[in-house]
């Protein structure tokens, strides 16, 4: 109970002091191609899932592409994927481990800070603080290529008709070649060299690439024995000013869905075609923290804290495939509010604050004070002393003049205030509206701080001591200095005499306004609409 009463306690406190070019990059995928093990054929190897991982930077695009696999046995199977560059200017390198992206989806964490936003701005009412206590609000990464039993006879290093071998690699069991085809019949020809009995003209989508400025990169197992990572990914570098997803390969697995995760580095816009638009979502994230193994430390080229990442997700049947995927590299206007509202929650609840408060002041004058209608400016800084919560908003209204001033009683005020009168009626003001409710709140305590306080002279425990000085000692010395301060001298008696036949206040030193009585009220509810309005608003669009 000490705990809980101590947290109110601080909460209480709390409410009442707080307040060019546009780059390319290339991620590619493409398709698997096998033996046929009942003929001297080939076929497509099964795929059940593709991953890829894309990294842009000062113009070079560095690609990760793993793919998992249908069964273990990946005996003779051959990994083709084109890249739109020139072979020279494409490096490659083999991980035994995939990029670690995670973080929470900002639109997601926008809406939940968005939520959280609600709550403080109707708690800020204080009445509001039971209700919502009680009732709320008012109102992956892939398996790489897998572990298979051997290579066909003939993999190796090579130079086949119209097909130039630029570079090759053997790592982590994985050997892999960035060729160029002059001719579809060289590509061809390059595949039965890998064993594949494989006919000119069979793999039509391959003639999209064929004669333009494509490379391509093949891969397959060649030591199955040093195959240790369940995680093997193929890392592509090269320069490229477009990031671009050749979807297209992926067609040849006809009617089959074969699932594709493409993570990008940065809030991108990808321009998905009208074929794939019902089978593809988009999400943006924010990893706060990114850990990598050393083999990924040219990936991620250092960067592992606050990692913003676009997610793209293709679950389309592979004949809708019709073309590749071209993605811009700008993020969209709401990612950068979204992002925003997840990274910055208390600075977003600080401006929806400040927004409600005065569109609530402004709402609630024009509609009581028609003597303030021309002065919306008045309204909403009247409206902004709700940051004290609403006994600020209370004390505001109290002192400030709502109504047209009568001009012959400037003589009178000008007297009452050189006799220091202004400064102590509204100390001894703000010092009754700030103790009254820690009383009031003190009252319902009472009989648990009792027993608080038996306790602690039994245990010789100080801790309660503060929340008695909090909750009583303080507000009762704040009541008897304002009654103190407030006296008048009998001398001066006969000035606030004037005041009062003039219908004027003897605290605030304004015209009367019975008004004021239903302003506060008419505020706070107008405040709790206009703030749930407002956030629902941004909720939708983040």
């Known amino acids: 109970m000490k705990k809980s009463l101590s947290f109110i306690t601080l909460s209480l406190i709390a409410f009442l002091v707080v307040f060019s070019f546009i780059p390319k990059s290339v991620l590619a995928d493409g398709m698997m191609i096998r033996p046929d093990p009942y003929s001297d054929r080939w076929d497509y190897s099964g795929e059940n899932n593709q991953q890829a991982f894309i990294n842009y930077d000062n113009g070079l695009q560095k690609m990760i592409i793993s793919v998992g696999l249908e069964g273990e046995n990946s005996k003779g199977v051959v990994w083709l994927f084109p890249v739109p560059s020139d072979p020279n200017k494409v490096a490659i390198d083999i991980v035994k481990s995939l990029p670690q992206l995670s973080g929470e989806e900002i639109s997601k964490k926008a809406k939940s800070n968005l939520d959280d936003t609600i709550k403080f701005l109707q708690m800020t009412q204080i009445y509001t603080i039971p209700f919502i206590s009680f009732y709320g609000t008012l109102g992956t990464t892939g398996k790489g290529l897998e572990n298979s039993l051997g290579a066909p006879q003939g993999f190796g290093r090579g130079i086949e008709p119209d097909v130039v071998v630029y570079e090759h690699i053997d790592k982590e069991g994985i050997s892999s070649e960035i060729i160029t085809a002059k001719t579809a019949d060289g590509l061809y020809d390059y595949l039965k060299g890998k064993g594949l009995k494989i006919e000119s003209g069979s793999i039509p989508v391959l003639d999209n690439y064929i004669g333009k400025e494509y490379s391509f990169v093949a891969s397959w197992i060649s030591s199955p024995e040093n195959v240790v990572s369940p995680q ?177 009683v400037e003589p009178v005020l000008a007297e009452i205030k050189q006799k220091g009168y202004f400064w102590k009626r509204r100390v001894a003001t703000i010092l009754f509206f700030v103790a009254i409710p820690f009383l009031v709140f003190g009252l319902f305590a009472l009989s648990s701080l009792i027993r608080e306080i038996s306790y602690s002279l039994r245990y010789l425990d100080s801790d309660i001591i503060i929340p008695v000085l909090i909750i009583y000692v303080l507000p009762i010395v704040a009541l008897i200095v304002s009654f103190i301060i407030k006296r008048v001298n009998p001398e001066d008696k006969n000035l606030f005499e004037q005041l009062k036949l003039s219908g004027y206040s003897s605290w605030s030193f304004q015209p009367k306004d019975k008004l004021k009585i239903a302003f506060v009220p008419f505020f706070s509810v107008s405040f709790l609409i206009v703030s749930w309005l407002l956030v629902k608003l941004i909720g939708f669009t983040v």
């Not at 402004?362 to 609403?390: C, H, Q, V, W, Y």
């Open 232 to 408: 093997v990914g193929v890392f592509v570098t090269f320069p490229t000013k477009d990031i671009y997803f050749p979807l297209l390969p992926t067609s040849v697995y006809g009617s089959k869905t074969v699932p594709a995760t493409i993570r990008i580095i940065g809030h991108v816009s990808p321009k998905v075609f009208q074929d794939i638009k019902s089978y593809t979502k988009t999400s943006y994230y924010v990893d706060s923290y990114a850990s990598f193994t050393n083999d990924l430390k040219n990936f991620y080229s250092g960067q592992n804290q606050n990692i913003k990442y676009t997610k793209i997700e293709i679950n389309s049947p592979s004949k809708f495939l019709t073309d590749d995927l071209w993605i811009n590299n700008q993020a969209p206007i709401k990612t950068y509010y979204s992002t925003f509202v997840a990274k910055h929650p208390i600075t977003s609840a600080i401006i929806l604050f400040i927004l409600s408060s005065i569109i609530a002041g402004i709402l609630a004058g024009l509609i009581l004070f028609k003597d303030l209608r021309r002065k919306p400016i008045k309204l909403g800084l009247i409206g902004l002393s709700n940051f004290l919560t609403i006994l600020g908003l209370l004390i505001t209204t109290v002192l400030v003049g709502t109504k047209n001033k009568n001009e012959s």
